[in-house]
C-alpha cells in the first residue's frame, strides 16, 4: 500500500478514535505538562494519546469516555486469568486490612518461593524484588559473582528490562545506544547476539569465551516481536554456556506461568542455571524474583560474613509486600488447580495466528503471525521479506503497517492491542471474542486493500 493511502486511512481512524475519546484526549494534555510524553512508560504512549482507563474486569478495560475494550494488552502481559480475577480480588480484599507493608518477613513470601521452587525445581532458592528489571540486574549481576567473569551475553532485540548492563541492542538498529545518559563504557561488557542463529552467535561468543560470565536469553523474544527461539538454539546456547564455564540465563518474565505451569523451561527442557519471573508470578501487582541454583544463589547470604565476600542482590522497600505474595499465591494455586487452561489457551492462539495469516492473505496482504500458546503477533512482510525468526526481520517488516492494523482494531472495534505489541489471550477470553478479532482483521484487511 502507498504510503499516502495509509495515511490517509488512519487520518479516517484517528478521527474516529477522538470523537469518541474526548475526555481522554483532555487529560492526556493535562498530563503532558507534568509528566515527560505523559506517561511514565514510554510504551504506553501511541499516537494521537492512549485512551485513559478507568477501570478493567475480566477480559475488557474500560476507559473515562464510557468506552469498553476488549483487551488483549492485559497488564503488560500479566493478567493470565483476566483482569481483577475473584481468587485475587478476595485475597487482597482480606490482607489490605492486615498491613499493605511489614517490612520484615512473613509468611505469605514463604508460601509463593516454596509454590515458585516446587513448579520450577531449577528454581532452588530465590529472591524477591519489585520489578522484572532489577530481578534481571541481580541475575546478571550473580553470574559475575559466581563465575568471576565479566561479560555478558543477550540477544539483539533480547528486552530486560530499564537496567543499565541490559539496556543494550534492544531496538534496531542495534549497534546505537538505547539513549542518553547510559555510557558507553557502561556496556563494554555486553555483546548481543542475533536470535536463532547458531552460527552467527556462535562466532560472536568465541570472542569472548575466555571472560563470558552469562548467556541471558528470553525462551521467546516478547518486546522484540513474540519471536519463539528455536528448540536447537536455545539448547545451543546453554550448552556453549556450560562448556565455557558462563551461566545459562533465562529470563522467564512473560513466559513463566505463560506458556506452562512450569515455563518455557519444562517446555523447551532447559536447565537454566538462574531464572527470572515477573508480571504472573506477581497475580497483578508488582513483582520481579531472581531464582536458581543454590549453589549460585547462596552468594547473596550475607550472614557471618564480611563485606565484600557477599553478592547484593534481592530487596528494596516493597520487596516481599504481602499483597504482591499473596496475589500471587492465588494465582499459583489456581493455576495448580487448573492446568488444562494453557491447552485451550493453546487452541485459541492457535487459532488467532492461523485465521488473522488467512484472512490477510486473502486480502492480499501479506503477513506472518508469531508466537506460542497464549501470545501472538501480526508481523507485515514487505518485499523479500518471507519469515520472521530475529528481531533484525522484525525490523524488515512494516511497523508502520502493524501500527495502523492495531490502532484500527482499537478505534473502530473497541480490541485493544498496545500499537506494535504482542497480544495475550487469558482465561477470560473465548472463541466469540477470538473470532471477533478475525472479523475485525478481515474488516480491515478490506479497508486497506480498497484504500
Ligand atoms: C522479558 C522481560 N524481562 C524483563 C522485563 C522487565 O520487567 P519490569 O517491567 O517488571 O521491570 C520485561 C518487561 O516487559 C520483560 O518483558
Keep these: 500500500m502507498q504510503e499516502q493511502q495509509a495515511s490517509r ?30 506517561t511514565s ?22 476507559d473515562v469516555d464510557g468506552n469498553a475494550y476488549t483487551d488483549y494488552w492485559m497488564g503488560h502481559w500479566s493478567l493470565i486469568l483476566g483482569h481483577s480475577p475473584k481468587v485475587v480480588v478476595d485475597v487482597l480484599r482480606e490482607r489490605s486490612v492486615e498491613g499493605t507493608i511489614f517490612g520484615t518477613v512473613n509468611e505469605h513470601v514463604l508460601r509463593l518461593a516454596e509454590l515458585i521452587s516446587k513448579l520450577m525445581p531449577r528454581g532452588e532458592m530465590l529472591r524477591f524484588t519489585n520489578t522484572g528489571s532489577e530481578a534481571t540486574m541481580y541475575a546478571v549481576r550473580l553470574a559475575r559473582a559466581y563465575t568471576g567473569k565479566r561479560m555478558i551475553a543477550k540477544m539483539e532485540g533480547g528486552w530486560h528490562g530499564f537496567n543499565t548492563d541490559l539496556m543494550h541492542s534492544v531496538n534496531y538498529p542495534f549497534h546505537m545506544p538505547e539513549g542518553k545518559g547510559i555510557l558507553e563504557e557502561e556496556l563494554r561488557y555486553v555483546v548481543a547476539l542475533p536470535f536463532n542463529d547458531i552460527h552467527g552467535s556462535i562466532s560472536i561468543l568465541d570472542m569472548v569465551r575466555d571472560d563470558l560470565a552469562c548467556i541471558i536469553v528470553e525462551p521467546l523474544l516478547g518486546g522484540a516481536g513474540c519471536i519463539p527461539g528455536d ?13 565455557s564455564g558462563a551461566l545459562f540465563i533465562l529470563d522467564e ?9 512450569h515455563g518455557a523451561q519444562h517446555i523447551y527442557s532447559l ?27 547462596r552468594l547473596a547470604d550475607a550472614r557471618g560474613k564480611t563485606k565484600g565476600d557477599w553478592v547484593s542482590i534481592g ?13 500471587g499465591v492465588a494465582v499459583l494455586e489456581y ?24 484472512v490477510m492473505n486473502e486480502h492480499g ?37 502493524q501500527r495502523l492494523y492495531h490502532f484500527a482494531l482499537l478505534s473502530m472495534y473497541d480490541i485493544f492491542f498496545l500499537p506494535n505489541k504482542l497480544g495475550a489471550i487469558s482465561i477470560e477470553h473465548d472463541n466469540i471474542d477470538i473470532r471477533r478479532l478475525i472479523d475485525a482483521s478481515e474488516r480491515i484487511a478490506s479497508d486497506i486493500a480498497f484504500s
Design 335 to 358: 493455576l495448580t488447580r487448573n492446568p488444562y487452561i494453557y491447552s485451550r489457551l493453546e487452541m485459541l492462539g492457535d487459532e488467532a495466528r492461523r485465521s488473522i495469516d488467512k
Design 271 to 297: 536447565d537454566p542455571d538462574l531464572f527470572t519471573l515477573g508480571k504472573i508470578v506477581g497475580g497483578g501487582l508488582p513483582i520481579g524474583v531472581v531464582c536458581g541454583l543454590k549453589e549460585v544463589m
Design 41 to 62: 512508560h514510554n510504551i504506553r504512549y501511541f499516537e494521537p494519546y492512549p485512551f485513559f482507563a478507568r477501570m478493567a474486569s475480566g477480559k475488557y478495560i474500560y
Design 315 to 327: 530487596g528494596g522497600t516493597y520487596s516481599e509486600n504481602p499483597l504482591s505474595m499473596s496475589a
Design 365 to 401: 496482504i501479506r503477513v506472518k503471525s508469531t508466537g506460542i500458546g497464549s501470545l501472538f503477533l501480526t508481523h507485515f512482510l514487505k518485499h523479500g521479506v518471507e519469515d520472521v525468526r530475529s528481531a533484525r526481520d522484525v525490523a524488515m517488516c512494516s511497523i508502520e503497517m
Design 253 to 261: 518474565i512473560v513466559t513463566g506461568f505463560r506458556l506452562s505451569l
Design 231 to 243: 528448540r536447537d538454539y536455545l539448547h545451543a546456547l546453554q550448552e556453549y554456556a556450560r562448556k
Design 9 to 38: 486511512l488512519l487520518s479516517r481512524y484517528i478521527k474516529h478514535y477522538e470523537s469518541k475519546t474526548k475526555r481522554s484526549k483532555q487529560l492526556f494534555e493535562h498530563a503532558s505538562s507534568i509528566i515527560p510524553s505523559g
